[in-house]
């Protein structure tokens, strides 16, 4: 079944991160982006980085443009790319006291919050650059702004008002307005209102997720297993790739010994070291 992640309570402690690779190389020499998005606020960064680049690189840009501006996360959601399975990567994190979770290809959903975003980046560079392929990392401050100033459909909010309590003025908005209308600076105010923001926020993507998972389920039935149990596991061609070299090959092995239950959708097996 669709099993989400816990929501958070408050912004930049848990984040989920993915690259955007195969785009034409810019004049800055860039080929990839590198995508981080605060699962509750839902406010991203796109930063400009190349597929080459090694996970030292990556930790560099990741304390330059995130945890400079947001401090230290708790969780860090990510796929299983050579980058975040490196020795370095865990090290560093484990040190830092930053938990590191890994979607698999079993259950992509975990990581469901970048993949929507790179979908999003796709639709916004392509409306933007048109023909000019080679351009593309001078956009993203653009489209990063963008991004976060537009109400997002589950927190019923705009990532720039759940971070900051406000939304800052863009090109569009900056006729003066009567002294009348102006926001007050009113710290008592401007606390409250960031507190209600953050409550209504929550309260909305609880909702959306929950509407998300009932439509996920829809037709799934839910199995629960104990250890001791023996069940069978599917070979997929992407976790066992000589165990399904050929088409005719077997797509199910077992039965194994369940030795430990995680959750209700996540188990360890006893392999029986066929598969080390």
Known sequence: LYTPLPIPSQSWTDISMDFVLGLPRTRNGKDSIFVIVDRFSKM????????????????????????????????????????????????????????????????????GQTEVVNRTLGALLRALLKKNLKNWDDCLPHIEFAYNHYVHSASKFSPFEIVYGFKPLSPLDLMPLPLSERMSTNGKQKADMVKKIHEQAKKNIEDKTRQYAKKANKGRHELIFEPGDKVWIHLRKERFPAQRKSKLMPRVDGPFTVTKKINNNSYRVDLQGKYD
């Not at 995130?66 to 370095?88: A, C, E, N, Q």
Request: one cysteine or more.
């Open 44 to 111: 991203t960064h796109f930063v400009a980085c190349n597929k080459t680049d090694d996970a030292s690189h990556i930790a560099a840009l990741f304390f330059k443009d995130v945890v400079r501006l947001h401090g230290m996360p708790r969780t860090i959601v990510s796929d299983r790319d050579t980058k975040f399975l490196s020795f370095f990567w865990k090290t560093l994190w484990s040190k830092l006291g930053a938990k590191l979770l890994f979607s698999t290809t079993c259950h992509p959903q975990t990581n």
